[in-house]
């Protein structure tokens, strides 16, 4: 069973960057999808964006395209999620997650995920 340790939340002002990382204790399957999510207390988890766990697709939630920007490391067994001009609204526990088969839009389809990191953004 995979784990996933998500790591690099933490409390910054807006406008400011933080970069999310999400350790696999073992690679998976070349088109596993690896996707972040968020979400706010009270609301439903969010989809943030998405990759293949080969790295040749990448998806994202459209209102965040141009800010954010998933990345992996193969030889790492690592996923990024670089957050560039954080906004208030980005604050949340994001929680990365993988998808062995499935539609990676929807947080139903994923298998294994994290416990989660908190994001904070100050005004």
């Known amino acids: 069973q995979v784990q996933l340790v998500e790591s690099g939340g933490g409390l910054v002002q807006a406008g400011e960057s933080l970069r999310l990382s999400c350790s696999a204790s073992?690679?998976?399957?070349?088109?596993?999808?690896v996707a972040w999510f968020r979400q706010v207390p009270g609301k439903e988890r969010q989809f943030v964006a998405a990759?293949?766990?080969?790295?040749?697709?990448?998806y994202y939630q459209n209102s965040l395209k141009g800010r954010f920007t998933i990345s992996r490391d193969g030889a790492k067994n690592i996923v990024y999620l670089q957050m560039n001009d954080l906004k208030p609204e980005d604050t949340a526990v994001y929680y990365c997650?993988?998808?062995?088969?499935?539609?990676?839009?929807?947080?139903?389809?994923?298998?294994?995920w994290g416990q989660g990191t908190q994001v904070t953004v100050s005004s």
């Open positions: 990759t293949t766990w080969l790295g040749d697709r990448t």
């Open positions: 073992e690679p998976t399957f070349d088109d596993a999808y």
């Open positions: 997650a993988i998808s062995l088969s499935g539609n990676y839009y929807y947080s139903g389809s994923y298998d294994y």
